[in-house]
């Protein structure tokens, strides 16, 4: 049996202001940080151990992987980065605050562009292609805007291609990302139907373990729950 385990990032300061992240770059709080060593406790109390790291680039999924590892006495351990495993791009509602967005556009709508499969947000005018971190790689991977069947599209092949062969050798694998990426993983671990993953909800900072057959056959899954101070 090997084991899979799925970790949000913890707080970020947009989560606290309640506001759009996708791919902007924002730091944990000190809440995020304080969430981020606990999930790493708890995986080292339950004696839960993994041999690499996979998050995205940006530094609040990056943060939370490193306090994780701290905690764990597993700094070690090779961590890998991928654009692939950002978070769902949310386009023009990027920086704007949630609670607002409703009473621009109505509760329902910003409940489709949430939580549905395909529903997209709305674009951006044009790609942010300025940014250093992204210049590696052709322009084409600069999104507008997401839906949630658009992020799993860039995040499943990365699962398939970097970590289920890690896993069928028997290695224990920890993924430290966000919250639409998680539930595109989820999704497609679970077989869960496009109208059933609008209900699936993933809490900062809370490691989900998947006990796995070496063939990624799922034989059990487990909630672990940090204590906040």
Known sequence: MVKLILIRHGES??????????????????????????AGKVL?????????????V???????????QEECQALDRPIYKSWRLNERHYGALRGLNKDYTRKKYGVQQVSLW??????????????DTHLRVYQAWPSS???RSESLAMALQRTVPYFQ?????????????????HGSTLRAL?????????????????ANAQPLVYDLTTDLEIKAKTILTAQEK
């Open 13 to 38: 300061q947009a989560n606290a202001r309640n506001e759009y992240t996708g791919w902007s770059d924002v730091p944990l709080t000190s809440r995020g940080e304080e969430q981020a060593r606990g």
């Open 186 to 202: 989820i999704k497609y671990l679970e077989g869960i139907s496009d109208s059933d993953i609008d209900g699936v909800e993933v």
């Open 114 to 127: 949430r939580r549905s499969y395909r529903s997209l947000p709305p674009q951006l005018e044009q790609v």
């Open 141 to 143: 991977i600069l999104p």
């Open 161 to 177: 291609d970097q970590v289920a062969p890690k896993l069928r050798q028997g290695q224990n694998q920890l993924i430290v990302v």
């Open 58 to 68: 940006l530094q609040r999924a990056i943060l939370t992987a490193y306090l994780i």
């Open 44 to 56: 080292a109390q339950a004696q839960i151990e993994f041999s690499a790291v996979h998050t995205s």
